[in-house]
Nanobody, 116 residues
Framework: QVQLVESGGGLVQPGGSLRLSCVAS????SLWSMRWYRQAPGKQRE???????????NYADSVKGRFTISRVNAENTVYLQMNSLKPEETAVYYC??????????WGQGTQVTVSS
């Protein structure tokens, strides 16, 4: 059974940093691409960053140069380092993966609040 468990969210001041973690289980982690999404109140969920099984990365234009996605296969963990955070990036951040059959799997989410 695929499980994704996020952690690392919290309250941070504008310009601050947070590192989110997502621990995965129930599948061959090293073979699957992983993604981070976020959903702000009243808005659609949006893709923030993705990392392939081979380590190639992609980012939303709004976070390029500030966010870094990485993975440690030996730990079954994907990270999202977020720097220079903005108030408008307050959202619930979700870890996601997708099977080869196209089934989507989501974690429970972790709240990130950027406020002074």
């Amino acid at each position: 059974q695929v499980q994704l468990v996020e952690s690392g969210g919290g309250l941070v001041q504008p310009g601050g940093s947070l590192r989110l973690s997502c621990v995965a289980s129930g599948f061959f982690f090293s073979l699957w691409s992983m993604r981070w999404y976020r959903q702000a109140p009243g808005k659609q969920r949006e893709l923030v960053a993705a990392i392939s099984s081979g380590g190639s990365t992609n980012y939303a234009d709004s976070v390029k140069g500030r966010f870094t996605i990485s993975r440690v296969n030996a730990e079954n963990t994907v990270y999202l380092q977020m720097n220079s955070l903005k108030p408008e990036e307050t959202a619930v951040y979700y870890c996601n993966t997708q099977s080869r059959r196209g089934n989507d799997y989501w974690g429970q989410g972790t709240q990130v609040t950027v406020s002074s």
